[in-house]
T-cell receptor, first 112, second 110 residues
Protein backbone atom coordinates (compact mmCIF):
# COMPACT_ATOMS: atom_id res chain seq x y z
CA UNK A 1 0.00 0.00 0.00
CA UNK A 2 1.03 3.59 -0.51
CA UNK A 3 2.20 5.83 2.30
CA UNK A 4 3.24 9.45 2.46
CA UNK A 5 5.72 10.79 4.98
CA UNK A 6 6.08 14.43 5.85
CA UNK A 7 8.38 15.97 8.43
CA UNK A 8 8.83 17.65 10.79
CA UNK A 9 5.41 17.71 12.46
CA UNK A 10 5.99 21.11 14.03
CA UNK A 11 8.56 23.79 13.40
CA UNK A 12 9.24 27.15 15.00
CA UNK A 13 11.48 29.45 12.99
CA UNK A 14 12.58 33.08 13.33
CA UNK A 15 11.72 35.63 10.65
CA UNK A 16 14.38 35.67 7.95
CA UNK A 17 15.56 32.12 8.52
CA UNK A 18 15.59 29.46 5.76
CA UNK A 19 13.11 26.61 5.46
CA UNK A 20 13.19 23.10 4.12
CA UNK A 21 10.24 20.73 4.40
CA UNK A 22 10.46 17.27 2.93
CA UNK A 23 7.83 14.84 1.72
CA UNK A 24 8.32 11.30 0.43
CA UNK A 25 5.90 8.77 -0.97
CA UNK A 26 6.27 5.00 -0.80
CA UNK A 27 4.52 2.20 -2.65
CA UNK A 28 3.86 3.96 -5.95
CA UNK A 29 5.80 5.35 -8.85
CA UNK A 30 5.46 8.49 -10.94
CA UNK A 31 2.92 10.16 -8.64
CA UNK A 32 1.65 13.70 -8.91
CA UNK A 33 2.86 15.64 -5.87
CA UNK A 34 1.39 18.72 -4.26
CA UNK A 35 2.21 21.30 -1.56
CA UNK A 36 -0.67 23.13 0.14
CA UNK A 37 -0.81 25.71 2.91
CA UNK A 38 -3.74 26.14 5.26
CA UNK A 39 -3.93 29.24 7.41
CA UNK A 40 -5.76 28.92 10.72
CA UNK A 41 -9.50 28.49 10.12
CA UNK A 42 -9.09 28.82 6.36
CA UNK A 43 -9.24 26.64 3.26
CA UNK A 44 -6.48 24.83 1.42
CA UNK A 45 -4.25 26.95 -0.79
CA UNK A 46 -2.34 25.09 -3.49
CA UNK A 47 1.26 26.30 -3.56
CA UNK A 48 3.06 23.96 -5.99
CA UNK A 49 2.42 20.78 -7.88
CA UNK A 50 4.60 18.43 -9.87
CA UNK A 51 3.79 15.79 -12.48
CA UNK A 52 7.37 14.53 -12.79
CA UNK A 53 11.00 14.87 -11.71
CA UNK A 54 12.16 18.45 -12.12
CA UNK A 55 8.70 19.63 -13.25
CA UNK A 56 7.29 22.22 -10.86
CA UNK A 57 4.23 24.43 -11.36
CA UNK A 58 3.80 27.40 -9.05
CA UNK A 59 0.34 28.58 -8.17
CA UNK A 60 0.98 31.56 -5.92
CA UNK A 61 3.78 34.12 -6.25
CA UNK A 62 5.68 34.19 -2.96
CA UNK A 63 9.05 33.64 -1.36
CA UNK A 64 8.65 29.85 -1.38
CA UNK A 65 10.03 27.39 -3.91
CA UNK A 66 9.66 23.68 -4.51
CA UNK A 67 11.85 20.99 -5.98
CA UNK A 68 11.42 17.35 -6.97
CA UNK A 69 14.89 15.81 -7.08
CA UNK A 70 13.59 12.23 -7.14
CA UNK A 71 10.39 10.59 -8.36
CA UNK A 72 8.86 10.26 -4.90
CA UNK A 73 10.47 13.19 -3.09
CA UNK A 74 9.08 16.71 -2.94
CA UNK A 75 10.77 19.55 -1.07
CA UNK A 76 9.39 22.97 -0.09
CA UNK A 77 11.98 25.66 0.59
CA UNK A 78 12.44 29.28 1.44
CA UNK A 79 15.58 31.38 1.70
CA UNK A 80 14.03 33.90 4.10
CA UNK A 81 10.82 33.27 5.99
CA UNK A 82 8.21 35.98 6.52
CA UNK A 83 5.66 36.22 9.33
CA UNK A 84 2.97 35.55 6.72
CA UNK A 85 4.50 32.14 5.99
CA UNK A 86 3.06 30.75 9.20
CA UNK A 87 0.53 27.99 8.67
CA UNK A 88 -0.17 24.31 8.29
CA UNK A 89 1.78 22.87 5.33
CA UNK A 90 0.45 19.76 3.70
CA UNK A 91 2.00 17.48 1.13
CA UNK A 92 -0.24 15.26 -0.98
CA UNK A 93 0.12 12.69 -3.74
CA UNK A 94 -2.18 11.27 -6.37
CA UNK A 95 -1.99 8.85 -9.23
CA UNK A 96 -2.40 10.31 -12.71
CA UNK A 97 -5.77 10.87 -14.32
CA UNK A 98 -7.64 13.00 -11.78
CA UNK A 99 -7.43 10.45 -9.00
CA UNK A 100 -8.02 11.37 -5.34
CA UNK A 101 -5.24 13.06 -3.45
CA UNK A 102 -3.87 11.61 -0.23
CA UNK A 103 -2.34 13.86 2.38
CA UNK A 104 0.58 13.57 4.73
CA UNK A 105 0.21 14.46 8.40
CA UNK A 106 1.32 18.04 7.78
CA UNK A 107 3.85 20.43 9.28
CA UNK A 108 2.68 23.21 11.54
CA UNK A 109 5.03 26.14 10.96
CA UNK A 110 5.18 29.09 13.34
CA UNK A 111 7.28 32.13 12.51
CA UNK A 112 8.46 34.28 15.40
CA UNK B 1 -12.76 30.81 -12.86
CA UNK B 2 -13.29 27.28 -11.60
CA UNK B 3 -14.97 27.29 -8.20
CA UNK B 4 -16.26 24.89 -5.57
CA UNK B 5 -18.72 26.34 -3.08
CA UNK B 6 -19.84 25.03 0.27
CA UNK B 7 -21.83 26.49 3.12
CA UNK B 8 -19.26 27.14 5.83
CA UNK B 9 -21.67 26.29 8.63
CA UNK B 10 -21.46 25.49 11.44
CA UNK B 11 -24.02 22.77 10.85
CA UNK B 12 -25.36 21.24 14.06
CA UNK B 13 -27.06 17.83 13.93
CA UNK B 14 -28.37 15.71 16.83
CA UNK B 15 -26.66 12.40 17.43
CA UNK B 16 -28.37 9.62 15.46
CA UNK B 17 -29.83 11.98 12.84
CA UNK B 18 -28.82 12.37 9.20
CA UNK B 19 -26.30 15.08 8.38
CA UNK B 20 -26.59 16.53 4.87
CA UNK B 21 -23.67 18.45 3.37
CA UNK B 22 -23.89 20.17 -0.01
CA UNK B 23 -21.43 21.42 -2.58
CA UNK B 24 -21.81 23.14 -5.94
CA UNK B 25 -19.18 23.52 -8.65
CA UNK B 26 -18.80 25.77 -11.63
CA UNK B 27 -17.70 23.50 -14.50
CA UNK B 28 -20.28 21.19 -16.07
CA UNK B 29 -17.48 19.14 -17.63
CA UNK B 30 -15.98 17.99 -14.31
CA UNK B 31 -15.65 14.21 -13.96
CA UNK B 32 -14.12 13.51 -10.52
CA UNK B 33 -15.55 14.49 -7.15
CA UNK B 34 -14.34 13.82 -3.62
CA UNK B 35 -15.30 14.36 -0.01
CA UNK B 36 -12.64 14.77 2.66
CA UNK B 37 -13.00 14.92 6.42
CA UNK B 38 -10.64 17.12 8.42
CA UNK B 39 -10.50 16.99 12.19
CA UNK B 40 -9.23 20.08 13.95
CA UNK B 41 -5.44 20.25 13.71
CA UNK B 42 -5.21 17.22 11.44
CA UNK B 43 -4.74 16.69 7.71
CA UNK B 44 -7.69 15.98 5.36
CA UNK B 45 -8.71 12.35 5.01
CA UNK B 46 -10.46 11.02 1.91
CA UNK B 47 -13.84 9.50 2.77
CA UNK B 48 -15.71 9.29 -0.57
CA UNK B 49 -15.01 9.42 -4.29
CA UNK B 50 -17.78 9.66 -6.89
CA UNK B 51 -17.48 9.82 -10.66
CA UNK B 52 -20.94 9.16 -12.13
CA UNK B 53 -24.44 10.48 -11.54
CA UNK B 54 -26.43 8.92 -8.75
CA UNK B 55 -25.66 7.64 -5.29
CA UNK B 56 -22.63 5.86 -3.92
CA UNK B 57 -22.84 4.31 -0.49
CA UNK B 58 -20.02 3.32 1.87
CA UNK B 59 -21.12 2.36 5.36
CA UNK B 60 -22.90 5.30 6.96
CA UNK B 61 -21.79 7.65 4.16
CA UNK B 62 -23.64 8.28 0.89
CA UNK B 63 -22.35 10.58 -1.82
CA UNK B 64 -24.83 11.92 -4.35
CA UNK B 65 -23.85 13.47 -7.68
CA UNK B 66 -26.02 15.44 -10.08
CA UNK B 67 -23.91 16.67 -12.99
CA UNK B 68 -26.79 18.45 -14.74
CA UNK B 69 -27.37 20.60 -11.66
CA UNK B 70 -23.67 20.73 -10.82
CA UNK B 71 -23.95 19.67 -7.22
CA UNK B 72 -22.57 16.89 -5.09
CA UNK B 73 -23.74 16.07 -1.58
CA UNK B 74 -22.70 13.90 1.31
CA UNK B 75 -25.16 12.24 3.67
CA UNK B 76 -24.03 10.84 7.00
CA UNK B 77 -26.55 8.47 8.55
CA UNK B 78 -26.76 7.74 12.27
CA UNK B 79 -24.46 10.68 13.02
CA UNK B 80 -21.97 10.13 15.83
CA UNK B 81 -20.02 12.66 17.89
CA UNK B 82 -16.88 11.35 16.16
CA UNK B 83 -18.30 12.71 12.88
CA UNK B 84 -17.80 16.26 14.18
CA UNK B 85 -15.25 17.73 11.78
CA UNK B 86 -14.90 20.00 8.76
CA UNK B 87 -15.94 18.36 5.50
CA UNK B 88 -14.22 19.45 2.31
CA UNK B 89 -15.66 19.00 -1.16
CA UNK B 90 -13.10 18.73 -3.96
CA UNK B 91 -13.43 18.69 -7.76
CA UNK B 92 -11.01 18.18 -10.63
CA UNK B 93 -11.58 20.69 -13.41
CA UNK B 94 -9.77 18.68 -16.06
CA UNK B 95 -6.16 19.46 -15.20
CA UNK B 96 -4.14 17.61 -12.55
CA UNK B 97 -5.12 20.16 -9.86
CA UNK B 98 -7.85 19.50 -7.33
CA UNK B 99 -10.00 22.50 -6.36
CA UNK B 100 -11.26 22.44 -2.78
CA UNK B 101 -14.22 24.18 -1.25
CA UNK B 102 -13.64 26.08 1.97
CA UNK B 103 -15.37 23.33 3.94
CA UNK B 104 -18.47 22.90 6.11
CA UNK B 105 -17.96 22.59 9.85
CA UNK B 106 -20.22 19.86 11.24
CA UNK B 107 -21.01 19.44 14.93
CA UNK B 108 -22.89 16.39 16.19
CA UNK B 109 -24.77 17.17 19.38
CA UNK B 110 -24.96 14.26 21.88
Amino acid sequence: SQTIHQWPATLVQPVGSPLSLECTVEGTSNPNLYWYRQAAGRGLQLLFYSVGIGQISSEVPQNLSASRPQDRQFILSSKKLLLSDSGFYLCAWSARGNQPQHFGDGTRLSIL
Amino acid sequence: QKEVEQNSGPLSVPEGAIASLNCTYSDRGSQSFFWYRQYSGKSPELIMSIYSNGDKEDGRFTAQLNKASQYVSLLIRDSQPSDSATYLCAVYFGNEKLTFGTGTRLTIIP
